[in-house]
């Protein structure tokens, strides 16, 4: 089995920061991709920003310049750093992963259980 925990939401004034973190444990051959989407009430889910192995950070037009993705390969981790949030930031913030899982070797896409993030004032 492989899980995959987030931390780091909460609420925020707008023009303020956040850091999301998702670490990826459990039976893990490798991991292809990890990122983050969000989804907000009312609204489809929506990629905000996703980084494959080896290969260039791919962002939401709408946070781009705002927010950095990174990963940590040894720790299975994704990391989301959030600035300049803005009140149409808030949503609730998923975790994926598109992981090979062992022994299988079988890729399965994961998401996470979801972090709410509230940008007011």
């Known amino acids: 089995q492989v899980q995959l925990v987030e931390s780091g939401g909460g609420g925020v004034q707008p023009g303020g920061s956040l850091r999301l973190s998702c670490a990826a444990s459990g039976s893990i051959f490798s991991i292809a991709a990890m990122g983050w989407y969000c989804q907000a009430p009312g609204k489809q889910r929506e990629l905000v920003a996703n980084?494959?192995?080896?290969?260039?950070?791919n962002y939401a037009d709408s946070v781009k310049g705002r927010c950095t993705i990174s990963r940590d390969t040894a720790k299975n981790t994704v990391y989301l750093q959030m600035n300049i949030l803005k009140p149409e930031d808030t949503a609730v913030y998923y975790c994926n992963a598109l992981i090979t899982i062992a022994p299988q070797r079988r890729q399965v896409d994961y998401w996470g259980q979801g972090t709410q993030v509230t940008v007011s004032s």
């Open positions: 980084i494959a192995s080896g290969g260039r950070p």
